[in-house]
């Protein structure tokens, strides 16, 4: 199947910084991709949807100016956790559309933890 | 609006018991899928099965089996002879769009040896 890799698998950073989170179809043009976040034992909640070489949509109650997303080819959506917080801290995960009606294949998730 | 709903929020078995896992839905779509993943400790998502609104029909894999009941909106999952290696969090989706999911809260399913 299709491949999406996520990089970093985890960061820890200081709060106040910002940190990126890479999102890669390896094998595969992605015109859409998705960013879910995942507080501890909870769901995993969509935040925005990446569209290439436009703005993202975000969900109600997300903030655009702190979560950063820029999609800039057909192979690359970043999400950029700008002035951390601790209570950002979770698992971020993002999946691609293939363009293919199947199942939307999903990265490995990152963990962020802010200090 | 769409919707997933699954009650059971942790379940433990002994190693060999079988266990369904339960998914309740609402969609106003006449045609939709269905999806269940699997999310070890790790934290990846791995899928397990994608069903068609259309396809009524039960699925069976190895030891998982799906039951998909379109009259009750249900979309549940059985582990027969649940091993240790099965324990983990399960999710039952729907999409929203095409590639857009809704998913349920999870299945902490916890398997002792």
């Known amino acids: 199947g299709a491949v999406v890799s996520q990089h970093p698998s985890w960061v820890i950073c200081k709060s106040g910084t910002s940190v990126k989170i890479e999102c890669r179809s390896l094998?595969?043009?992605?015109?859409?991709m998705f960013w879910y976040r995942q507080f501890p034992k909870q769901s995993l909640m969509l935040m925005a949807t990446?569209?290439?070489?436009?703005?993202?949509?975000?969900e109600q109650g997300v903030e655009k100016d702190k979560f950063l997303i820029n999609h800039a080819s057909l192979t690359l959506s970043t999400l950029t956790v700008t002035s951390a917080h601790p209570e950002d801290s979770s698992f971020y995960i993002c999946?691609?559309?293939?363009?293919?009606?199947?199942?939307?294949?999903f990265g490995q998730g990152t963990r962020l933890t802010v200090v | 609006a769409q919707k997933v709903t699954q009650a059971q929020t942790e379940i433990s078995v002994v190693e060999k018991e079988d266990v369904t896992l339960d998914c309740v839905y609402e969609?106003?779509?006449?045609?939709?899928?269905l999806f269940w993943y699997k999310q070890p400790p790790s934290g990846e998502l791995v899928f397990l099965i994608r069903?068609?609104?259309?396809?009524?029909q039960n699925e069976i894999s190895g030891r998982y089996s799906w039951n998909f009941q379109k009259s009750t909106s249900s979309f549940n999952f059985t582990i027969t002879a649940s091993q240790v290696v099965d324990s983990a969090v399960y999710f039952c989706?729907?999409?929203?769009?095409?590639?857009?999911?809704?998913f349920g809260t999870g299945t902490r399913l916890k398997v002792l040896a």
């Open positions: 999946s691609a559309d293939t363009g293919v009606n199947t199942e939307a294949f």
């Open positions: 094998d595969f043009q992605a015109t859409t």
């Open positions: 990446s569209n290439e070489g436009s703005k993202a949509t975000y």
């Open positions: 969609t106003r779509d006449t045609t939709y899928y």
């Open positions: 069903r068609n609104s259309f396809d009524e």
């Open positions: 989706a729907l999409p929203s769009g095409t590639y857009k999911y809704i």
